[in-house]
């Protein structure tokens, strides 16, 4: 698959076969992960690797928004003691979400299905996710990536919005942009 195909082609899925995910793919996944940019090359990330069925369990029972049956997931994390520090000391969300999709845009051109399930900045989601997988206070999980083979293909899509591009500069004085009003639930 063509890197645009695998970009145009990735979707949230929500629904897996009970098929596991071998160490093969998953490294192949942190690979990916490793190969994002990272600000002044700081690579403050770690990751949480998870396949055991009990873990998984819990990380679902404790977390609504996280309550999907894949059999693994990656959790990105950004350690604060690995990252820049003063007014650049928030660049490792940036760093760990490159590394997020470049996770995502992986399994998709793998056939696989993924979704990520957004931790952080919600610091009751992020001590969650701390106090099941004994992270210390200064790992902060940005995001859980789960990963599995997918009950059904489903299309890819665009959200290309002419209407919120600008050229050259921004224009204060245009209205502002209307969305597509918001589906009770997942989108499909």
């Known amino acids: 698959m063509e890197t645009k195909d695998a970009i145009f082609n990735r979707r949230s899925c929500r629904e897996y076969t009970e098929q596991k995910v071998s160490h093969e793919i998953l490294e192949d996944l942190l690979h990916a992960a490793f190969s994002a940019p990272t600000a002044v090359n700081a690579q403050p990330w770690e990751y949480v690797v998870i396949d055991d069925e009990a873990i998984l ?18 959790v990105v994390c950004g350690n604060s003691n690995w990252g820049l520090k003063g007014q650049d000391k928030d660049l490792w969300i940036c760093d760990c979400s490159a590394a997020m999709e470049n996770m995502l845009l992986l399994a998709t051109d793998m056939g696989l299905g993924s979704l990520w399930c957004g931790i952080f900045p919600i610091e009751s989601r992020m001590q969650q996710v701390r106090d099941i997988l004994r992270m210390p206070k200064n790992v902060n999980p940005l995001g859980l990536m789960y990963v599995g083979y997918p009950v059904k293909k489903q299309e890819g899509r665009s959200r290309y919005n002419e209407k919120v591009i600008y050229w050259q500069q921004y224009d204060p004085d245009r209205k502002h942009r209307t969305k597509d009003k918001p589906v009770v639930g997942h989108y499909s």
């Open 57 to 74: 369990r819990k990380i679902r029972s404790k977390l609504n928004f996280a309550n999907y049956n894949a059999p693994a997931a990656i």
